[in-house]
């Protein structure tokens, strides 16, 4: 009730209406609210002459003509970016709402458990020679014995990748422990610069 209470007291903007110049229609600003109120209520409703984003221009010509749209070059340039050896990292954590241990705040990320697979050439991982982890034994604080390990296993002298399913997620861990543990951290900042995420080969990323 809120909501459409709202959108009927949203005051139309007649220029996305009337005007059919790009260069208006370039400066105008305008919600989801204008954009109901004018009777666009699906992206096919809407005139492509107010479409102005490149990004929109190409979801919306991929739903009029039902096809999909794949930029093999830009794929291909992103998987190439990825270095051998791949090391497929990834971590299990616990948010406490107290902090468990020093250097944590209510709610951390309390890491307890890694698990790697190293795929040293193309298509070359066995799925138990190939396999490393560290889980805490018990509900001391063993995070930098986790660190040591991982680091022992990651060997990024002579490169590599450390592909991960969520950069965010892995990331932050890293730099967390990387705080609590100083003398580590050179290693352990090493490994988060060389985080990779499938989802950059997918939506692109600025850092490719």
């Known amino acids: 009730m809120i909501w459409r209470e709202r959108v009927s007291d949203t005051k139309p903007n007649k220029i996305l209406k009337d005007s059919k110049d790009p260069n208006i229609i370039e ?9 109901i109120c004018e009777g666009y209520n699906n992206i096919l409703d809407v005139p492509l002459h107010l479409i102005t984003k490149p990004k929109q221009k190409l979801q919306y010509n991929c739903l009029s003509e039902n096809q999909e749209y794949i930029d093999k070059v830009l794929v291909e340039k992103n998987i190439n970016e990825i270095k051998y050896p791949i090391y497929h990292l990834d971590f299990e954590s616990f948010n406490c709402p107290l902090p468990r241990y020093v250097g ?11 698990s ?31 660190c040591e390990k ?24 890293l730099k967390e422990l990387a ?21 950059f080969v997918v939506k692109g990323s600025q850092k490719l």
């Open 27 to 35: 400066n105008v600003k305008y919600n989801i609210y204008e954009m």
């Open 104 to 114: 944590e705040h209510p709610y951390s990320q309390s890491v307890f458990q890694f």
């Open 116 to 146: 790697l697979h190293i795929e040293k050439s193309k298509g070359f991982c066995d799925k138990e020679n190939d396999h490393y982890e560290f889980l805490a034994k018990d509900h001391e604080d063993h995070r930098r014995e986790l």
């Open 150 to 173: 991982m680091i022992e296993y990651i060997d990024l002298s002579h490169g590599g990748t450390v592909l991960v399913y969520n950069e965010g997620f892995e990331k932050g861990r």
């Open 179 to 199: 705080i609590i543990f100083p003398d580590l951290a050179p290693q352990l900042m090493k490994i988060r610069e060389a985080v990779f995420d499938l989802m």
